[in-house]
Nanobody, 125 residues
Framework: QVQLVESGGGSVQSGGSLRLSCAAS????????IGWFRQAPGKEREGVAG???????KYADSVNGRFTISRDKVNNTLYLQMDSLKPEDTAMYYC???????????????????WGQGTQVTVSS
């Protein structure tokens, strides 16, 4: 059983910040690849940030330096800290999980099969 529940989305002005949370109910602790993805209207789903079971992180070029992914293994919670938000960050954001190996595939949505319901992020100018 895998359940992912996202929260923390909302509407902010350009330059603002949001922290997304993903409460993960997983079969095992510490043995999953986790990714944050987003999809805007008319756009394909894209990988934003990912973290391996060992803590290695990967970011899309479009968010590198502005977003930070982290994991709280004790509480099985994933976070995406988003700073310096831009209107182009507006999208539905999803967290997803899958079993290792994680290397090279953290930002590939087609490699994940367990998804949260999504949380909307809207950034106004």
């Amino acid at each position: 059983q895998v359940q992912l529940v996202e929260s923390g989305g909302g509407s902010v002005q350009s330059g603002g910040s949001l922290r997304l949370s993903c409460a993960a109910s997983l079969s095992t602790r510490g043995g999953y690849c986790i990714g944050w993805f987003r999809q805007a209207p008319g756009k394909e789903r894209e990988g934003v940030a990912g973290i391996s079971s060992y803590g290695t992180t990967k970011y899309a070029d479009s968010v590198n330096g502005r977003f930070t992914i982290s994991r709280d293994k004790v509480n099985n919670t994933l976070y995406l800290q988003m700073d310096s938000l831009k209107p182009e960050d507006t999208a539905m954001y999803y967290c997803a999980a899958r079993t290792p190996p994680c290397i090279g595939t953290l930002l590939q949505p087609d490699r994940y099969d367990d998804w949260g319901q999504g949380t909307q992020v809207t950034v106004s100018s």
